[in-house]
């Protein structure tokens, strides 16, 4: 008993606590964690400014698909160089090849009248459908647009997409194929890019495409997007007495909207953007990876690598499942997914389109409110289509063009008596037009609930 009371009284005194400092430094030394690296399960914020653009990119799908199938069915019209297609058959390609409902072509052509056509054919004296000239001038402007980048920008991105495969800058083929659209590449790229520069690119015979060097590539050919975005910033927002050290390998962050940031995760987001890294143009096959320092490092770096790699597309953006293809050339880990919501300040994941199926990636850093800050000619040409696709059925003269179509509404329904129903749809039983017309149901079987339209 006695030694139990003298025990605490024997005990040294607590050291005399210092001053809190002030900062995120000073929060990071006081409340230091065992780990730099930012937590694994992060709850996941949807930014409705992202799913905006994903909205109108559904409709432009569907538009697209609908748009070859004409094409692949489509017959010269007379008088003009348009070319045109019967309904008919129209409707059974899209139930058999986009496994839509029997009715869905029908209302999908209906509600946009300002890319699809819809008029009685003169000869034939069927319902035939055609695309207008102002949806026709958009498709040609994009590819005007295309053109213009091919020996500039688009040879570019090529080169440096190569140089993101070290050590020896080869990708396959039918990827970079799957990645064209997103690079503003033509269709026929592998004979108008990469067989029209011999000294620049080499197609193998396994389907391969290597890196060739020239004495007339830039010097800041091995640049990244974010080392300029850090510069930039660097020297415009630069405050009095801040350090070098916090801003030589930090990304550009700016999370969603109601994303709760604790102060733990702060100062991990401060550690991990103070660890420095190789650059994803770097060859590292050769470094040890054993130590828990080095991992670290090699996912900060995969982080610039799908940096790298999302800055070179047109619009900042491309799907997860074409961004896997490259997964082992940007060593990217397995569960992509799991690995890009870990830095949702950095990257954005969208799930609209095709029933939650299709997933996005955004560049956070390379839009604002739903615009892409730096716009290319490719861009614009894209959006002008994107337009024309989100305009009002209201806003369109319908009225010649309904009835121009007579008998052949029946048509509409692909031959299964679909044609009276869509007619009392647009037009009531009166044979006036309707008043209202939901356009945000273009889409049927697609996420179609979402209130937000476009751009906030």
Known sequence: MMLRRIAPALRPPPPPRAAAPVGVAAAAALYSSKSTSIPQKQQRVRDHSFDGIMEVQKRVRRFHALRALLLYAAAPARGSGAVSAPFTRLGTLARRQLRLAPLDAGRFLLRHPHVFHLFLHPVHRMLHARLTPRATAALRAEADAVAAALNTTSVLRLRKLLLLAPPHHRLRLENIRMLRRDLGLPDDFADSVILSYPSLFRLTSDGFVEFLPSPADRPDLTVAAVERARERLYREHRAPGSGEEDARFAFPTRFPPGFKIGKYFRIAVWKWQRLPYASPYVDVSGHDLRSLEAQRRMEKRAVAAVHELLSLTVEKRTTLERLALFREALGVPKKIKEFLLKYQGIFYISTRGNQGKLHTVFLREAYYKGELIEQNEIYEARRNLEELLMISPQKANLDRMFTSMGRGWEELGGGRRGGAELRDEF???????????????????????????YIE
Not at 433 to 442: G, I, M, T, W
Request: aromatic content about 0%; cysteine-free.
């Open 427 to 453: 037009l009531g039983d009166g044979g006036g037009r309707k008043k209202n017309v939901d356009a945000d149901e273009a889409d049927s079987g697609e996420d179609s609930g979402v209130e937000s339209l």
